[in-house]
């Protein structure tokens, strides 16, 4: 006898934390697990019995993930567990050969306790790109479950080392700011979204002129207006950022 399953086709531009919360919506009430799974990632033998068993075996985890590497460089981890600074809000990533508490996972691969979706901890849509996921930890987290990298579970992204695609720039700075404003506490709050402003610009800044090798002008006023965005909690898609993913 066949799993029952449907398919939920996402037409709309609507960003890919959208169709991550219809996926949480979608997801049966029987189902003691939500698996969200990149349409580039593969999983290695074993992956999705040694994520469960991490869940399982761990009563305060509702969030784990894998260990994810390149799929054309088995050997190199892509993603591992990630932390954030509650004062600062600089992030860093680590590759423990345990299974370890974190902060927040990359849902290429991403496996939920139904408790966690029953506590109304979910993805905001108002990210559209990139951070969704350190948003829904940190949400988890306070909800009292933990995000557990469970290294011994692989999954092979399909992506290469370095690679940053122009249209998520915007997305990829702005927000950062967001996930601080939503994720971090009093006083920390401030003096990360003052430490990023002041530090992260700069840096971000300079990553553009590395890059291209040369002063970007629609690349840099692209990076200004995530920082003012940022700041400001503006959400959503930016809807001049067409021509910007274009120019390449």
């Not at 350190?134 to 092979?156: E, I, S």
């Not at 702005?174 to 979204?193: H, I, S, W, Y």
Request: a positive charge; one cysteine or more; glycine letters at 8%.
């Amino acid at each position: 006898m066949g799993v029952p399953h449907r398919l939920l086709l996402n037409t709309s531009p609507e960003g890919i934390a959208v169709a991550r919360g219809r996926l949480s919506n979608a997801a049966s009430p029987d189902s003691a697990y939500s698996l969200y799974l990149d349409d580039d990632v593969y999983l290695a033998r074993g992956c999705l019995t040694e994520l469960v068993e991490c869940l399982a075996s761990w009563p305060a985890a509702g969030v784990a993930g894998p260990r994810t590497v390149f799929s054309d460089k088995p050997g190199v981890t892509a993603h591992g567990a990630n932390f954030v600074s509650r004062w600062t809000g600089i992030y860093a990533e680590t590759d423990p050969p345990v299974r370890t508490e974190c902060d927040w996972l990359l849902t290429t691969c991403f496996l939920v306790k139904r408790e966690v979706l029953a506590a109304g901890v979910d993805f905001e849509p108002g990210f559209y790109f990139t951070h969704a996921e350190v948003d829904f930890c940190l949400r988890a987290a306070a909800a009292g479950f933990r995000t557990v990298y469970c290294p011994a579970a692989v999954a092979l992204h399909d992506e290469k080392a370095g690679l940053v695609k122009p249209e998520r720039l915007y997305y990829m700075y702005r927000n950062k700011f967001l996930v601080l404003r939503r994720g971090l506490r009093l006083p920390g709050r401030l003096t990360a979204l003052l430490f990023t402003a002041v530090l992260g610009t700069p840096r971000y800044l300079a990553e553009s002129l590395i890059r291209n090798r040369r002063a970007d002008i629609r690349e840099l006023r692209l990076i200004f207006k995530a920082v003012i965005h940022g700041l400001a909690g503006r959400m959503g898609p930016l809807q001049d950022n067409s021509a910007a993913a274009r120019r390449r």
